[in-house]
């Protein structure tokens, strides 16, 4: 059962975004973020991954809110979300490791166009935010178990939940863009991504076969399975 208190619905779901940030399952999305930043200037940086923190923060707790209503029924939503995702993973790592990722950029420029500044980073957090990592699993069976022995205010401790663990999941990267040294480190990240675009392709292959994977194959009730 969720709590109501803070520490319920903010420090151990914040604790558990803050961890999610390592796991594999959310990595690729920090990565082609990353990639999505490189090249613009440090104060758009910024606004940029804010936007992005938000958009993905509140998108997550409508989908805690979601959780509530449909009960059991999210967990498949969630396994789909992980196959999805992990197939993208591996397409935008072919065409990294195979230097086809600018051809196909050029190929839908005008879609990319229209997504680029903060459209670009709502829409990507509106994406990730579907990519809930597998430590958030015991906070949505949670979820699930109060909705099933109340109906009081299950639903919005459902979306405040979620919301503070989006939140959790996006803060390093609004950290690491605020902080020089931190900004520089993901500079280098993403330049390397454009030296070596084979090894970095082969990264987000990697991720993305390790999602797809997860999405088949991990018990989400049992709740033991590490992301």
Not at 27 to 49: H, N
Not at 101 to 106: D, E, G, I, K, S
């Amino acid at each position: 059962m969720i709590e109501t208190g803070f520490i319920g619905l903010v420090a151990i779901p914040a604790g558990l975004g803050l961890f999610g940030f390592i796991e594999p399952c959310t990595i690729g999305s920090s990565l082609v973020f990353i990639k999505y930043l490189e090249g613009k200037d440090p104060s758009v940086k910024v606004l940029e991954t804010a936007v992005f923190a938000a958009t993905r923060s509140v998108f997550i707790g409508l989908l805690g809110v979601l959780a509530v209503l449909i009960g059991d029924m999210f967990l498949d939503l969630q396994r789909h979300a992980w196959l999805g995702l992990g197939t993208l993973y591996v397409l935008l790592g072919i065409l990294l490791a195979t230097g086809q990722l600018r051809f196909f950029t050029r190929s839908i420029g005008p879609g990319l166009r229209r997504l680029s500044g903060y459209r670009g980073s709502v829409g990507l957090g509106l994406l990730f935010g579907f990519n809930i990592p597998a430590c958030a699993a015991p906070l949505l069976l949670a979820l699930l178990a109060a909705a099933a022995a109340s109906s009081g205010a299950t639903v919005a401790k459902g979306f405040i939940a979620l919301a503070v663990f989006g939140l959790g999941l996006s803060i390093p990267l609004v950290v690491a863009v605020l902080v020089p040294r931190a900004r520089g480190w993901l500079e280098r990240i993403a330049t390397l991504s454009g030296r070596y675009p084979a090894l970095a392709g082969l990264v987000l292959i990697a991720l993305g076969g390790w999602s797809i994977w997860f999405g088949l194959f991990a018990d989400l009730k049992a709740g033991t399975s590490a992301g």
